[in-house]
């Protein structure tokens, strides 16, 4: 049992890990794609972006979980046709929706880009992203093979390596196609991130051949096994449900991009304006604000099968802990974010994307990403509760205020972005809110009030560092200034974490690598 654990921890501190280097990685053409096709050509991506998600959800939102659950116990039963079965039968499920789903998107890309996409320019770009369709059919399923497997250094290597060729040829390519117009320059990126799959898939197929070059001494053949059709329904048994799941926030992501668009251009503004606009939004300012969403998503993981096994033996205590523990380091670790980004919106726009159009829209929602930064862990308490259908009807009601907003909100001349701003932020507390709501009723689960005080107490004293130094300005209030004030917030903030007892040993020893530092006094 522990040592199963312990490679599932291992597991997921890998993929962490990646998550991680990949999120600093993916910053590079955030930072240099602004500056080369400027924000109308970021907003002509994200027009794109939102719909390929869609796409992307149907083919693979669920099989690669589907997949990984079915390989993982065909392997611990020692059945190897088995394992070989699901594998072939996913990767043509797979395959199959996708090649259909590419077919649609020719036949209908004029009809797309011009009527669904709201500008014409993103039709180039649209064709240029079809080919990912297929690359993400059979790279998700394989993902999912090597996590049934319980192998995460394939998933890792391979995210980093589409990470790296996507930073490489994104910009590459839209600076070769920039002399050719704004709209060619947008292809370009978008082809550049079709390369970075294309790579990701090269990885896992080379970790895949060596994998079926070791003897499998674990794994015997067992006969014909069950037949295939019986294979496919159990993995659309699992998938259906998840895809949907994932499907509700994808649409939701695409009918916000139309709905902006649209609504801005209904108040006046000009397509190119309102694309601009959209691209600054979704492209430069909410990317900042999901930075520490790597660490809530790792929280996230380890939560759910701790909570899982809690909920198995009815032990309230420890999920009241796992709770409050997940909770406390998910505000902890955001709210820093929110001060730095919310106090020195300027100047880190200024150093990021060259000019500081967009710092009005991050400083308004910067307050309020403390409710992100609580969603994933409350998500996943109700998923491990078995309460899935819960949290998706949470997300279904907060997407759907969020779309009405847009409308009301958007179209209104006196509002425009601000009411797209307005939305997302209602959308952020709304949910979060449902969430906090739904597992309070389930388990009873009260965060401690001293706890928010505390947090508020430090981040008062950070943001009070910060603005002294930033006011002295040894440097001008330049980029130096800019670092000198983040690092003297930063170290007042975590020296208050320690003065304050918000972070405890047992926290500490929970973390990767300072865990060997400060084991658990009462290891459990």
């Known amino acids: 049992m522990s040592t199963r654990k312990q490679s599932f921890i291992q597991g997921a501190m890998i993929l962490l890990a990646a998550g991680l280097l990949n999120r600093l990685l993916g910053f590079v053409p955030r930072i240099a794609l602004p500056r080369m096709i400027g924000a109308e050509g970021v907003g002509l991506v994200q027009l794109v972006f939102p719909f390929t998600i869609v796409l992307l959800t149907l083919i693979s939102g669920g099989l690669p979980l589907a997949v990984a659950k079915q390989v993982a116990e065909a392997d611990s039963q020692g059945d190897a046709n088995r394992v070989r079965r699901i594998l072939r039968i996913a990767v043509a499920l797979s395959l199959g929706i996708s090649l259909l789903l590419a077919i649609g998107c020719i036949a209908l890309s004029d009809y797309i880009s011009t009527r669904i996409m709201t500008d014409s320019r993103v039709h180039h770009a649209f064709l240029a992203m079809i080919p990912i369709l297929p690359l993400v059919a059979v790279s998700s399923v394989w993902r999912g093979y090597f996590q049934g497997k319980q192998n995460m250094i394939p998933t890792a290597i391979s995210q980093t390596a589409e990470t790296v060729f996507r930073i490489v040829c994104t910009l590459l390519f839209a600076w070769l196609l920039l002399p050719q117009g704004l709209a060619m320059a947008t292809a370009g990126a978008v082809l550049g991130m079709v390369a970075g799959e294309a790579a990701g898939l090269l990885v896992l197929w080379i970790q895949f051949v060596r994998e079926r070059k070791k003897p499998a001494a674990s794994l015997v053949p067992q006969g014909h096994g069950e037949p295939q059709s019986s294979t496919a329904r159990e993995l659309l048994r699992t998938a259906i449900p998840v895809t949907g799941s994932k499907m509700v926030g994808s649409l939701s992501y695409l009918l916000e991009s139309i709905l902006t668009v649209r609504s801005l251009t209904v108040a006046g503004i000009a397509v190119a304006g309102a694309t601009a606009q959209y691209g600054a939004l979704q492209g430069m300012v909410i990317p900042l604000l999901l930075l520490p969403g790597a660490l809530t998503y790792s929280l996230a993981i380890s939560l759910v099968p701790s909570l899982s096994e809690a909920a198995s033996r009815g032990d309230w205590a420890t999920i009241h802990l796992r709770l409050h523990q997940s909770m406390r380091l998910a505000i902890v670790t955001g709210a820093p974010f929110v001060v730095l980004l919310g106090l020195l919106a300027g100047p880190i726009c200024t150093l990021l994307y060259g000019n ?45 205020v969020k779309l009405i907003l847009i409308v009301q909100l958007a179209t209104d001349p006196r509002f425009g972005i601000v009411g797209v701003v307005i939305a997302i932020a209602v959308n952020m507390m709304l949910v979060t809110l449902l969430h906090w709501i739904s597992v309070a009723r389930l388990t009873g689960f009260r965060m401690m009030p001293l706890d928010f005080l505390k947090v508020t107490l430090a981040m008062i004293v950070m943001s009070a560092v910060m603005l002294k130094i930033w006011d002295i300005g040894l440097f001008g209030q330049g980029s130096f200034d800019l670092v000198a004030a983040a690092s003297g917030g930063a170290i007042a903030y975590l020296l208050l974490l320690v003065l304050l007892k918000l972070v405890d040993r047992e926290d ?14 009462n290891p459990s």
Request: glycine share 4%; proline share 10%.
């Open 508 to 521: 500490v020893s929970r973390t990767p690598i300072l865990k060997h530092l400060f084991p658990p006094r």
């Open 356 to 400: 500081d159009s967009m710092a009005d829209m991050l400083r308004w929602m910067s307050p309020l990403a403390i409710f992100l930064y609580m969603q994933a862990p409350l998500q996943a308490a109700l998923q491990a509760l078995n309460r899935p259908g819960t949290a998706l009807f949470n997300t279904f009601a907060g997407a759907a």
